[in-house]
């Protein structure tokens, strides 16, 4: 078992119920702006999803080479980072009424894109294993 994507699973899973609650109940009392709401959920979703794939690596760690389920682990967590709190941010920024809201925009996909490189690494270990 990979021991730290076990523990990355268990806090991003965690925090991504929290979260979730906040924007159920705490951030509706704050916004009605559909698009600031959308984002957020987005972001939990994502995060849950990959917090899910986490537990999924770490349990798999016996199957996969060690290499890949490090790089594969790399990928989720920053895609969480990147991508989950750069929506997070974003909804913080509009919700102020900030500028910087601009800057912080363009990290969203590169979180994305650590995503998919985490997922196509999973496959590639996958079809690699014999």
């Known amino acids: 078992m990979h021991r730290p994507s076990l523990i990355a699973a268990a806090v991003f899973g965690g925090l991504a119920v929290a979260l979730g609650a906040f924007g159920a109940h705490g951030l509706q009392q704050i916004t009605s702006d559909e698009k600031i709401l959308h984002g957020y959920n987005t972001a939990v979703q994502y995060q849950m999803y990959h917090a899910l794939a986490l537990l999924g690596v ?15 682990y790399s990928c989720f967590v920053a895609g969480i980072l990147l991508f989950s709190g750069s929506l997070y941010l974003l909804t913080f920024l509009k919700i102020q009424g900030s500028d910087a809201a601009k800057f912080a925009g363009p990290v969203t996909p590169v979180g994305g894109f650590f995503f998919i490189i985490g997922w196509v690494l999973l496959l590639v270990a996958l079809l690699k294993k014999k």
Do not use: E, V
């Open 58 to 72: 770490g349990a798999l760690t016996t199957y996969l080479s060690s290499r890949y389920s490090k790089w594969i």
